[in-house]
């Protein structure tokens, strides 16, 4: 485990998801920072991880911190950077923005310029250590700081880097919004298990667990998803009816569509976070 400390705006879930991941992999109580304005909050925050530094000041949290992470929503993100740019300035900590949308350049920008910020696009089943991150880091980030933001985003699942930022917005489509995307699934399933005579407790169990199973599967046997499907789909068997019905309904296409507007609505939300910079 690194030695730098790591300190975090905003002490929201995925801010404490994080620093919980961190202390599970043996981090020291001591390194970890979060600000966070909202009392309740920084008494919940003391209470499940305890030993951490919390403060209401953020400029505080800066000057304790070799590693920022920046999790706050996107739309406060230029105002509470421009907030602490004379802080990073005088510390130059690496800057971590989990922050959906805004681009590495206006960031830095923000912050006052001259910074090694990475972007990372982390999602929800990071909550239990199951997530998922994709990661791009601008040329002011050396090859150590690199591997630091990339073992602290570790702490609660895998990390894909991707060779240019715009990359991102398509890992928030993909994986970003992408439990959404399954949860929709699972939910269909279990309704229609029900309107089929399922009671609903054994049809969402089902669903769940059929999904759960499905998805082990995939990520431990290294096969593809073609071969996997052909061990299900027996030639004029049950499987073939379903998957036929959803390719005649234009299945693959509904999805491509689907993941292609979220990947323009990030698009769309890093433009106008650059325009009302600019403002």
């Keep these: 485990m690194m030695e730098n400390t790591v300190g975090f705006i905003g002490g929201g879930n995925m801010s404490r998801a994080i620093a919980g991941g961190l202390l599970d992999n043996g981090f020291e109580t001591t390194r970890i920072s979060i600000a966070e304005p909202l009392v309740a909050q920084r008494q919940l925050l003391g209470e499940s991880l305890p030993g951490i530094f919390v403060s209401a000041d ?3 949290v800066v000057a304790r911190s070799e590693c920022l992470v920046l999790s706050v929503k996107p739309q406060v993100l230029a105002a ?3 907030d602490l740019a004379g802080a990073v300035q005088a510390s130059k900590p690496l800057i971590i923005s989990i922050a959906a949308g805004p681009r590495i350049d206006d960031i830095d920008s923000w912050l006052g310029g001259g910074n090694a910020v990475v972007r990372v696009m982390p999602n929800q089943p990071a909550l239990l250590g199951k997530g998922i991150s994709g990661i791009y880091a601008n040329r002011k980030t050396n090859a150590a700081q690199m591997a630091a933001a990339t073992e602290i ?3 609660v699942g895998p990390v894909v880097a991707v060779p240019n930022e715009v990359d991102i917005d398509a890992v928030t489509a993909v994986s970003g919004s992408g439990p959404a995307y399954f949860y929709l699934l699972i939910d269909m399933i279990a309704k229609t298990g029900i309107e089929l005579g399922l009671d609903e407790s054994a049809s969402n169990r089902l669903a769940v667990e059929t999904a759960l199973g499905a998805a082990t599967l995939a990520q431990q046997s290294g ?3 073609d071969t996997l499907i052909s061990r299900v789909r027996s030639p004029g068997g049950t499987t073939a009816a379903a998957l ?9 296409d509904i999805f491509a569509a689907a993941l292609t507007a979220a990947r323009d609505r990030a698009t769309e939300l890093a433009d106008a976070a650059h325009q009302t ?3």
């Design 80 to 82: 509470v950077c421009k």
């Design 223 to 225: 096969e593809s998803m």
């Design 58 to 60: 953020n400029a505080e």
């Design 277 to 279: 910079a600019r403002d």
């Design 244 to 252: 036929d019905e959803l390719e005649a309904r234009g299945v693959r």
């Design 153 to 155: 985003l570790s702490t």
